[in-house]
Each structure stands twice: as structure tokens, then as C-alpha cells.
């Protein structure tokens, strides 16, 4: 699968870059608007050629395709390696969808008035697609690392200069909690590439199935699972798994409304997929080992966030919180270690991002016309602007899992592979479901207090009609949400052989713990 | 090309709930169309005092009328294409063994592949004559009741979407479709008791119902993800009608729970999302509160789709539930024990509220909790056939009565408007109101029983047909549908209890059913009584009417079609043996019962007539209907005197069954609130904020401190070192500068005092030597 020529995996990760290189000679005071369309027309552009990697990728085939290798410090066996699964394609496409959307719900925000600096602004948002579809098509190690921090970057500054009030330390901690994680990643990643002789992730994974090298394992703090955990901290502060969550809410209620999109988006799937693309082929059997208590923490997550959304009286709050529920979700389906459950965990993480950024979509959209996210300042809006009220009402739907909408696949999923998990099983199915019933409260609440009861505000009476950039923005929203939840067959199809070639890995490699196998719906 | 060909019977089904799905579609997107007009414009039928100034959303005149032809046309294609459907089932020899199938493959994984289908088997051809024809009458009905709303296009919008939902569970082959149908008419039901989402009341009813319904609903899910990984499919023919997946079934233990087989764990999950559904106790309380939605939608809920759904997956699911079991021999499994007795004891304890309601639409919703109950105790002792009878007669005549209550509050508010234009010499041009208009009526209330009275003088129509469908759920023996099948039901439960002696759950559920069909007569006379016989207790009621035109006909000739149905339906279903009529409705054998056996493997076999229950189910009814009239008939209710019932059963009792026992209160201090507490002080303020946050900042702040502390350290120690060097330097270079003071005497003494200490110390020294040396 070695190819030479230019792999159209490469041409998506670095087009974000070259639109970054053209902005960087734009004027901001006179071509304002030429930037602004520059950044939609790169990431629409990009979003338009990952489309053309799912066209290309042949889903019988369970390895990497569109493979670009570069050596780079050949002597340290380090190497610019890219390439797309069935494990990262979904969320390479997620990444290039969720980017348009976000610049669009940029197009009109109030943030530049106050701020200024637009220019810069669209400079970050190409920085961060760049990086963030290198996490996810990048095969080296090292370079992964380097990816990985990089998006923390753009992100950083979104926050801090764009942010609400309290910008500086949702800033501050996004970036120290997830930095802080991430150390401890880097010294895995160095002890796992000088022992393989290199950090080519595919390389590693096949050493590992031919015996070549092993991690010594025999308990949970033993090499293979400290490790793991050096990997698996670092994934789960970005998830966030509970009990790490909390730079989550600060991130998200501080961020602008595209950097929320993007954070619930995109940010936090690297965390559930660099525990699908690392932890779980690089040290099987500590994987297996961790399970139960990592899929613990995940159902406290579900349940958790779910009732900490519900007591909140702030919206994007609210929604962030929900994110830590949803995502607890993916983190037990993932470790649920079968394929229902990891194909699930991972249409999951494109649901969650789809829907989730769709919140934070309308969320934004509210705001900007009120200034302020706190609930009591709504209601009736479903009278004053009823589309908007009425797609507000489908995009909270499908994120309580509405059968025909797209969550409702993943949940179901999710719940098949928990329950035929030898892992986990019954308990863990049974809370996650309480999930599904608590999501369904914060949700309606949600909707509640702001779309439903008397337009007795005067400011909601006079809320201004959406602008066409902000329908622009919903529409993908609206039919990724219909698309996934009427027609999931594609989607599943394309990452069905990675992910059992996985499973078969994970199970060959822990002969006494045999993982159940359960397939997807028959 | 090959074509699809429609009009195979296999693939027809499919196209059933295309036409609503379709009118959904088309009136979402395209004729709702609304235009701007003043809030305070009659036309808003609002005049709403916050709305002074603004312009409010009404749709325009021409979307009314094509959103109106849109949904009626969906459901009339449904209808059509149902009947045909019905028309081949019925012609078709042994239906049942054969049926009408095909499906497609919907999720195809390489190795595996999940197909998604339709059925029609006997089940299934029944619910295809009752539920479009119930849906069909419903949206005429809507057409007069609903055309004043200002947002008429999205009510029908959204009926059709109800509509849709409910045949598409209807004609599913799998579980899945079957739920997602069942999801759908959960978001419809919250959207349509919330239509009138500016009233607090309405949009807290709906999410009440939508939060019990999707409670139950996720146990349900969870039966049904469970099932599938155990069978591998979810395909009703592949699991019901499949000896062998069932006895696998019966025979592995659950997860769990013990003594437990998973085929009951299975079943009871599946019966909980019916609880939830069908509204059985304890889940019960969202559907009184329903009543906040448009009147059709009550219908819709409460006969036509909704309600029925449960009791429909219960029938469509029955094998599962008797998997491992006889129920035929009174062998019955823990979910069909459950069944019985949460079906009896609902049957009785929601008859029991219904007695003590002044709503005219909330007397319906407890009878029909209580009617629900009749099917689940029937489903529980294994009368398969009898509750599905019931079923169809009971959709009947309940959407009959929710339309007629809703003609009598159409006619209240058309009194009370005509009442007080004439007060108040106002000259309102709006004739009826609607939805907001609710909230502003404040005092009189055109939906209590106690304002009415007479109402048979000004609204004939509306009168019979409400007692022919009063009568049929009073179950008025030989002349009513309602008889028939509740006949059924309590003669099986008879046959099983007394003449097998099976006693337990039969005998509980025969003997709370007479008990509940006793009070269900009683009620139903109370509300006839209290809402047409005797003098107007109003100026409004003595004014109440239909008025003419349109609207009266589209409200009317619902009722009278149904009327007939309430009558007729239970012909199909009489007993073969039953004295006279047997021979004359069923000469060869009971044709509902016919017909709709061969849906299971093994046929239920039926017993011969027995007079006991017979006469019982008549004397319940009679006795009630007897009682009722001799308290509310005889001697009408006069303006200003209280229910004689409050009285006899002591105000304490009657406010207690009022209250409905105060369950929801008590819900809501034992788990609404304490979730609240928790969620907003526990989880959020002490958890989140406190301890993980606390945490958080506890190591931002420690290692604050240990840079503090290295910053003191490296001032003391570190800097300490270096600069004390210098100084140290330092302060020695200024301490010895002082000997350089420029005076000649003081340097000559120094040098004087230097030779002799040197001189001292060399003598000495050398001294010490040579002593040493010597």
C-alpha cells in the first residue's frame, strides 16, 4: 500500500494550511469579506475533497488506503506517514463537515465588533482544521504528538481573544489540563517507539501480532498498563472522561460560538479515537484489564453529566454538559471491545458531533441576538421565529436519541455491543440507558424554557429573523442529522473491516479473554 | 427495468403510510405558509394583552385550505390502499398461515445484514380497518374543529405525521420499525398536547407525557436491544412465530435475575414500555393531562393511535411473553402474572378517579386508562383474542365519545362567546375560539360538567351518537359493541378462574373487571346526565350549539359514522353459541375469532358458552348504568347544588379520587423534586463545582504554593549564596577601609604594633621549635 504519488489524504490535511498561507497576505481592514468567504471556500473545498477519500476508500479492505509516507528522521525512525481507515475516515469527513458550519456561524458574530483581530480569527480556525485532520490521518507517533498539540494552538487563542468574560482562565485551563495530560502521553509514545525501532503506528501494530515485540503485561500497573494509561490519561482529559471533565464547561461556555462547535465537534472525538487508534491495538491486554473500570467511569460520565445538564440555567452550560454524557456513552461503547459496540462508539462520535454542534449552533444563534445564554432570558421564541424554532426542535431531538434521527442508530449500537459485551454486559447497558432517559429531561427542559410559553419578553418579541448565513450553517446540520438516522448502512459499511480487524487483533492478542464477537445487525 | 409492482399484496403495505408521511412532508415544507398579521386582528382569535403592537405569525388562507386537502388526502390514500390491502387478506383462504410479506435490506454490513420489512397477517389486517378509518373520521373532525387556529397548517402537519407513524407500526415486521413508529408517535403526542405551547398547563402536560412515555420507552429498548443479541434478529415471524428461537428463549436464564427466563425478562421490559404507552398504573398520570392538546389529538391518542400502539405490540409480541408457558391451561409466566394484574388492578383504580371528574375529556381519559387495563388483564390471562376485540370496538367508540365531548366544548365556547358579546354589547366578529383564547376564558370553564346540563336540546347530534358511544363503553348487553368484547374478555378470565379452577390471576381479573365495568357504566351515565339531561345549568349551555355551516357538518358526520361502528363492530365478534345471536352474526363460527386466530402458531382454541359471565358483565352494566341514572337522570343536577356523589362517598373520598390520590404529588415529592435537589445542590453546586473543581484548583493553587515557596527559597538560599558572597566581600572591603584612615602616627603604630606581634610570633615560634628540636 506504499504509494509514491501525492495521496489525496495529504491534499486534504494540507489545503486548510494553503488557504492559511493566502489569508496571510489578505488586508483585514480592506478585504474583510474576502477573507472571511477565502476560509468558507478552503474548508467547503476541503470538505468537497475528503468526501472524495470516502469515494475512494474501498471498505472490503480493512488496512490503511490513500497511504503517503515521507521519511523524515529516517535514523529515528520517525516519518511523515498518512493514510485513512475505517476507523479515522468518518472523522476526518466529521472534521471537514463541522469546519464550514463553524465558519458560517462566524460570519455575522458580534465578536468582531468587540474584538476585532477577524482576520486572525479565520487564520486560527484554518490553523486548527489543519491540525486536527492531522490527528486523525497521521500513522507516526511522533508526529501524531506534534498534531495533537498543535490544535490546543488555535484553540487557545479562540478562547482567550474571542471568548466571553471569563476568557483568560477557561484559556488558561483548557490549555494546562490537556497539556498537562498529554506529558505523559509523550513518554509512552518515546518508550514505545525506541523499543519498536520506530513510531510508524502500523509497523508497531503488526510487530505486536507477529510477536516481535510485546509489552510485558501482568496487571493493571504493570509496563503494558502504565502504558496504556500514559495513553489513555492524555485521550481521556480531551474526551473527557469523568472525573477530567471539568475544563470541559469553562472551555465551552467561554469559547465563541464556532469554537464551542468545534471543541464539542471535533476536539473532544480525538480523545475517543486516539483510544480506538492507539490504546486498544498498541496494549490489548491492558485494554481488556481496564475495561470495566474505564467503562465505569463512562457510564458515571453518561449519568452525570446528564443531571448536572439538568441543573444548569445556562445554556451553552447545559449542552456541555450533556456532551460529557454523550460522550460517556462512546467511551463504553469502545470498551464494550466488540464490533457492534466499537462501530457504534464511532457513528457515535460523528452523531455527537453533528448534533452537539448543532446545540451550540442555535445556542450561538440565540445569543447573538440576546446577549446573554441564561434561560430565563428566553421563551416563546418558537412564536417569534418559528423555522427556527421548529429546526431547533429536530436538532434536540436528535440529541435524545429520537428513532429516524441520527443518534438514536449509535445509542442502539452501542447498547447491542454493551449488552453482547463478555466485559461489560447487562449493568453497564442498564445504566447507559438511564442516560438515554435523563437526556430526554434536560433536553425538553432546554426547550422548554426557551422555545415554548408566552413571547411576554420584549426582546424575544423583536428577535431578528436569521440571517442567511446562519441557515446555511443548519441545513448540513439538518441533513447529516436525517441522513445518518434513515440511511446509516453507508456508514457503517465504511469502517465495518477495520473495525474487526481490530477486534480480532484485540482478541488473538488475549487468548484467555475472549472478547464477544458480536456482529453488527444482522 | 424491473419495476416494483405495487400492486402485489406483499408489497402494497408498504404504501400505507406513505400518504400521511408524504402530507407531512408537503405541508411542512410547502402550504404552511403564514402570513403577518396585528396580534390584536380577530382573526388571531387571541387579543392577547402582551401581544398589543406585534405582528404574529397566522397561516394564510391559502395554506388552510390546501394543508387541509393535503392531510386529508394522505390519510384517504391511506385508507384506500388499507382497505385493499384488507379486501385481498380477507379473500385470501387460511390467511394467516399465509400472509402478505416482503422487506428490504436496510443496514448490510458484508457479513450480515438487517432487513427491514412489512407484514400483514391477520393482526395486522384488523388494525388496517380500524386505524384508518379512525384517523380519516378524526382529520374530518379537524377540519371544523380546528378552523379557526392561527396555526391550523401545522396541526395537520402534524396529525398526518401521528397518522403516519402509527400505520408504519402497524404494517412493521421487526421490532425496530415497530419502535421507531412508537418514538415518533411519542414526539407527535408531545407536540400536539404542547400545540398550544404558550399555556404553561399545555406545554408542561406534554412534556410530562413525553418524559413517563420515554421512560417506559427506554426500558422498552433495552428489551429489545436485549432480545436481538441473544436471537440475532428482530423480525416478529422470525421470533414469535418461531418454536424454536421461543423455546431457546424460554430455556436460557436471564441476566441477573434469577429463576427468571430470558424470554420473560424480555417480556417484561417490552411491558413496561406498554405501562408507559397504554398509560397502566403506575405510569398513568401523563394521559389525563393530555387533555391539554386540541380535542382531535385526544382522539388520536386515545383511540385511533397512541394508547392502542401498546396493547397492539403487547398482541403482536404475545408469543414471547407465553414462551415456556400454557396460559390456555392457566400455566402463565411472570410478565403474563404481571399483565393481569397491573391490567385489573388499573381497570378498577382508574374507574375509580373517573367517577369523582367535573371534565367532561377527563372523565374520558380515566375510562379509557381503565378500559386499557381491560385489555392488558385480558392479554395477561391469555385472551389474545379477546383484547384485540376490545381494541378495535374501543377505539371506536372512544374516539366517538372525545369527539362528541369535543363538539360539547365547541358548543360551550360558542354559548360563552354568544354570551358575552350580549353582555357586553361587543361586537366580536370571530365566531369560536380557540387555544389562546383558553387561558383568557378565566372563569368559566366550557369543559366542566357542572356548567352544563341540558345540552341535548341545542346539540341532538351531538347527543345521541355521544350516548350510543357512552352506552357501547357502558357496555349496554346485546346492543352495544363494548358488550361484546368485554363479554369476551370476562368470560375467558370466567372460564379460567371458575370452571378450570385456575384461580390467581383469573379469578383477581374477573372479579376487578365486573367490579370496573359496574363503575364504568355508573360514570358514563353520570357524564351523560350531568353534560345533557335536565335544564341548561348555564346561560352559556342554554346557548350552546354548532352553529351551521362548515364546521357543524365536518363535527358531525364523524360522530354519526363512528356512531355506527360503536354498534355494529360487535357483531363480528359474537360467540358462535351464544343464545340467538350466535345464529344469527355466527352461524359457523365466530368470525373475529376465525379470522384472527391462525396470527399464532397454534390457534387459541375457544369454550362453550357459559351463562355466568354473561349475566354478570350484564348485570355490572345495567347495575351501573341503573345507579347512574337514578342519581343523575331521575333527578338532574339543579345550578348551584353540589354532585350528589360527594355526599355519599364523604367530601374527604371524593376530593381523594378527584385528586386522582394524589399520585402525581406524590411523584413529584419523591422523584421529581429530590432529582431536582440532587441535580442542582448535589451533582452540579457540591460535586462538580466543589469537589472536582475544588480539586482542580486545589492542585492549580498547591503548585502556585510550591513556586511561591521555590521563589523564597531561590531569594534565600540560592540568591542568598551568591549575592552573600559578594556582599560578605563586600562588607569585609568597607570594614577594612576603615585601617586606611591617611594618618601617618596611626600607620606607624600599626606598623609598630605588626613588627612586634610579628617579632612575638617569630620568637616564640622559633622558641617553641627549638624547645621542640632540643
Request: net charge negative; glycine share 10%.
Amino acid at each position: 500500500m506504499e504509494a509514491t504519488g501525492l495521496s489525496l489524504v495529504t491534499v486534504v490535511l494540507f489545503l486548510p494550511l494553503i488557504g492559511f498561507a493566502i489569508m496571510l497576505f489578505m488586508n483585514e481592514r480592506t478585504q474583510a469579506g474576502a477573507i472571511r468567504w477565502t476560509a468558507l471556500g478552503f474548508s467547503v473545498l476541503t470538505f468537497l475533497l475528503s468526501l472524495g477519500l470516502w469515494a475512494l476508500y474501498n471498505p472490503d479492505d480493512p488496512g490503511l488506503q490513500l497511504v503517503q509516507r515521507i521519511n523524515w528522521l529516517p535514523d529515528y525512525g520517525i516519518s511523515y506517514y498518512v493514510g485513512v481507515d475505517g476507523l479515522s475516515l468518518l472523522l476526518v469527513i466529521l472534521t471537514t463537515f463541522i469546519m464550514p458550519v463553524a465558519i458560517l456561524a462566524s460570519f455575522r458574530s458580534h465578536i468582531f465588533e468587540e474584538r476585532g483581530r477577524e482576520k486572525l480569527y479565520y487564520l486560527f480556525m484554518m490553523l486548527l482544521e489543519w491540525a486536527m485532520i492531522g490527528v486523525f490521518v497521521v500513522q507516526d507517533l511522533v508526529i501524531f504528538y506534534v498534531f495533537w498539540e498543535v490544535t490546543l494552538v488555535p484553540m487557545y487563542f479562540l478562547i482567550g481573544i474571542w471568548g466571553a468574560e471569563q476568557r483568560i482562565y477557561a484559556a488558561v485551563k483548557f490549555f494546562l489540563y490537556t497539556m498537562a495530560g498529554s506529558i505523559l502521553m509523550l513518554l509512552a509514545i518515546l518508550y514505545v517507539g525506541i523499543n519498536a525501532g520506530t513510531f510508524a503506528l502500523p509497523e508497531i501494530i503488526a510487530a505486536i501480532q507477529t510477536g516481535a515485540l510485546s509489552f510485558p503485561f501482568d496487571g493493571l500497573f504493570s509496563t503494558q498498563g502504565l502504558l496504556f494509561l500514559g495513553f489513555l490519561i492524555a485521550f481521556a482529559i480531551k474526551v473527557p472522561i469523568w472525573p477530567l471533565h471539568s475544563w470541559l464547561p469553562d472551555a465551552h461556555v467561554q469559547a465563541p460560538t464556532a469554537g464551542s462547535i468545534i471543541l464539542a465537534g471535533v476536539l473532544l472525538k480525538m480523545g475517543t479515537y486516539g483510544i480506538v487508534r492507539f490504546c486498544l491495538p498498541l496494549f490489548p491486554e491492558a485494554s481488556v484489564a481496564w475495561a470495566p473500570t474505564i467503562a465505569t467511569l463512562g457510564v458515571i460520565g453518561i449519568i452525570y453529566g446528564a443531571w448536572v445538564s439538568y441543573a444548569q440555567r445556562d445554556m451553552k452550560k447545559l449542552v456541555a454538559y450533556s456532551s460529557v454524557s454523550h460522550l460517556g456513552f462512546v467511551v463504553v461503547g469502545i470498551f464494550a471491545l466488540n464490533a457492534a459496540g466499537i462501530e457504534g462508539g464511532i457513528l457515535q462520535m460523528v452523531n455527537h458531533g453533528v448534533s452537539t454542534g448543532g446545540l451550540f449552533l442555535i445556542v450561538g444563534m440565540l445569543y447573538e441576538r440576546r446577549h446573554t445564554k441564561a434561560m430565563e432570558a428566553f421563551g416563546g421564541v418558537w412564536k417569534a421565529l418559528p423555522l427556527f424554532g421548529a429546526v431547533s426542535l429536530v436538532i434536540v431531538l436528535s440529541s435524545m436519541g429520537l428513532p429516524g434521527l441520527n443518534s438514536f442508530v449509535g445509542e442502539f449500537t452501542i447498547l447491542m455491543g454493551t449488552l453482547g459485551s463478555n466485559i461489560l454486559g447487562f449493568v453497564f447497558a442498564l445504566f447507559a440507558t438511564l442516560g438515554v432517559i435523563l437526556a430526554a429531561v434536560y433536553m425538553l427542559y432546554f426547550y422548554q424554557k426557551v422555545y415554548m410559553g408566552e413571547l411576554d419578553k420584549e426582546e424575544i418579541r423583536n428577535l431578528e429573523p436569521l440571517h442567511w448565513s446562519e441557515k446555511a450553517a443548519l441545513v448540513p446540520v439538518l441533513i447529516a442529522i436525517f441522513l445518518i438516522g434513515l440511511q446509516p448502512a453507508p456508514f457503517f459499511r465504511s469502517m465495518d473491516a477495520s473495525v474487526d480487524a481490530l477486534v480480532r487483533h484485540v482478541d488473538e492478542s488475549v487468548p484467555e479473554v475472549v472478547v464477544g464477537n458480536l456482529q453488527m445487525p444482522e | 427495468m424491473n419495476f416494483i409492482d405495487f400492486t402485489d399484496p406483499n408489497v402494497m403495505p408498504w404504501l400505507i403510510p406513505v400518504g400521511p408521511l408524504l402530507a407531512f412532508f408537503i405541508i411542512t415544507l410547502v402550504t404552511n405558509r403564514s402570513k403577518l398579521i396585528p396580534a390584536t386582528s380577530p382573526e388571531y382569535g387571541g387579543h392577547h394583552p402582551d401581544y398589543d403592537g406585534m405582528l404574529v405569525p397566522v397561516v394564510n388562507d391559502w395554506g388552510r385550505v390546501a394543508s387541509i386537502l393535503v392531510g386529508l388526502a394522505g390519510i384517504l390514500v391511506a385508507w384506500i390502499i388499507s382497505l385493499n390491502v384488507v379486501g385481498q387478506a380477507l379473500a385470501t383462504p387460511h390467511f394467516g398461515e399465509q400472509v402478505f410479506a416482503s422487506s428490504i435490506v436496510w443496514l448490510d454490513t458484508g457479513l450480515t445484514a438487517f432487513r427491514m420489512g412489512v407484514l400483514v397477517d391477520p393482526l395486522t389486517t384488523i388494525m388496517l380497518i380500524m386505524v384508518p378509518l379512525a384517523c380519516t373520521m378524526i382529520f374530518i373532525y379537524s377540519i371544523g374543529y380546528m378552523a379557526h387556529d392561527p396555526r391550523q397548517a401545522r396541526f395537520f402537519s402534524l396529525i398526518s405525521l401521528f397518522a403516519g407513524a402509527m400505520l408504519t407500526l402497524v404494517v412493521a415486521d421487526n421490532l425496530l420499525l415497530l419502535f421507531v413508529g412508537w418514538e415518533v408517535m411519542g414526539l407527535c403526542s408531545y407536540m400536539l398536547i404542547g400545540f398550544w405551547f404558550e399555556k404553561e398547563s399545555a406545554y408542561k402536560a406534554a412534556i410530562k407525557a413525553f418524559m413517563t412515555t420515554r421512560v417506559a420507552d427506554v426500558v422498552m429498548l433495552l428489551g429489545i436491544v436485549y432480545l436481538y443479541s441473544l436471537t440475532g434478529t428482530l423480525s416478529f415471524r422470525e421470533i414469535v412465530y418461531n418454536e424454536a428461537v421461543l423455546a431457546e428463549l424460554a430455556a436460557t436464564p436471564a441476566l441477573l435475575i434469577g429463576g427468571l427466563s430470558a424470554a420473560s425478562l424480555i417480556g417484561i421490559f417490552l411491558i413496561v414500555g406498554t405501562i408507559g404507552k397504554s398509560a397502566q398504573f403506575p405510569l398513568h398520570v401523563w394521559l389525563p393531562d393530555a387533555m391539554e392538546g386540541p380535542t382531535p389529538v385526544s382522539a388520536m391518542i386515545h383511540a385511533a393511535a397512541m394508547v392502542s400502539a401498546g396493547i397492539y405490540a403487547i398482541i403482536r409480541m404475545f408469543p414471547l411473553f407465553a414462551a415456556g408457558a400454557d396460559p390456555s391451561h392457566g400455566v402463565l409466566t411472570p410478565p403474563l402474572v404481571m399483565m393481569a394484574l397491573v391490567g385489573a388492578f388499573t381497570a378498577l383504580f382508574a374507574a375509580t378517579m373517573a367517577v369523582a371528574q367535573y371534565d367532561v375529556k377527563r372523565v374520558l381519559a380515566y375510562s379509557t386508562i381503565s378500559q386499557l387495563g381491560f385489555m392488558m388483564a385480558a392479554l395477561g390471562i391469555g385472551a389474545y383474542v379477546a383484547a384485540a376485540f376490545h381494541l378495535i370496538t374501543h377505539a371506536f367508540f372512544k374516539a366517538l365519545l372525545f369527539m362528541a365531548s369535543g363538539s360539547v366544548i365547541h358548543g360551550m365556547e360558542h354559548g360563552e362567546h354568544h354570551v358575552h358579546e350580549h353582555a357586553h354589547a361587543h361586537d366580536h366578529a370571530g365566531e369560536d375560539e380557540h387555544g389562546e383564547s383558553h387561558a383568557h376564558a378565566s372563569h368559566f370553564d366550557p369543559q366542566d360538567m357542572r356548567n352544563m346540563g341540558g345540552l341535548r336540546k341545542t346539540m341532538p347530534v351531538t347527543f345521541w351518537t355521544f350516548l350510543i358511544g357512552g352506552l357501547s363503553l357502558a357496555g349496554l348487553p346485546l346492543v352495544t359493541a363494548g358488550f361484546w368484547s368485554k363479554d369476551e374478555i370476562l368470560a375467558e378470565a370466567f372460564y379460567g378462574g371458575f370452571t378450570r379452577n385456575y384461580l390467581g390471576a383469573h379469578a383477581i381479573v374477573f372479579i376487578a373487571l365486573v367490579l370496573a365495568a359496574t363503575l364504568t357504566a355508573f360514570y358514563t351515565m353520570r357524564q351523560l346526565g350531568l353534560t345533557f339531561w335536565g335544564e341548561a345549568r348555564t346561560e352559556e349551555a342554554r346557548h350552546a350549539s354548532l352553529g351551521r355551516g362548515i364546521v357543524s357538518v365536518t363535527m358531525t358526520l364523524p360522530l354519526i359514522v363512528l356512531a355506527v361502528f360503536a354498534v355494529a363492530a360487535g357483531y363480528v365478534g359474537v360467540p358462535s353459541d351464544f343464545p340467538i345471536f350466535g345464529a344469527i352474526f355466527s352461524p359457523e363460527h365466530n368470525p373475529f375469532h376465525h379470522f384472527l386466530g391462525p396470527t399464532l402458531l397454534e390457534p387459541p382454541g375457544t369454550h362453550s358458552f357459559n351463562w355466568i359471565p354473561v349475566l354478570f358483565g350484564s348485570a355490572a352494566a345495567l347495575g351501573g348504568i341503573a345507579l347512574g341514572w337514578y342519581m343523575y337522570w331521575r333527578k338532574p343536577l339543579q345550578a348551584g347544588e353540589p354532585d350528589p356523589l360527594v355526599n355519599i362517598l364523604s367530601p374527604a373520598v371524593f376530593q381523594t379520587l378527584h385528586n386522582r390520590y394524589y399520585i402525581d404529588e406524590l411523584y413529584g415529592r419523591v422523584f421529581i423534586r429530590p432529582a431536582q435537589w440532587f441535580a442542582n445542590r448535589v451533582a452540579s453546586e457540591f460535586i462538580d463545582r466543589g469537589v472536582i473543581d475544588g480539586i482542580l484548583h486545589l492542585i492549580g493553587r498547591v503548585f502556585t504554593w510550591i513556586g511561591d515557596l521555590l521563589k523564597v527559597l531561590n531569594q534565600w538560599l540560592i540568591d542568598g549564596f551568591g549575592d552573600g558572597v559578594a556582599e560578605l566581600i563586600e562588607a569585609f572591603g568597607y570594614w577594612f577601609r576603615r585601617l586606611q584612615t591617611g594618618q601617618v602616627q596611626q600607620y606607624i603604630l600599626l606598623a609598630t604594633v605588626a613588627a612586634i606581634l610579628i617579632g612575638l610570633i617569630f620568637a616564640v615560634s622559633t622558641g617553641i621549635l627549638q624547645a621542640a628540636g632540643g
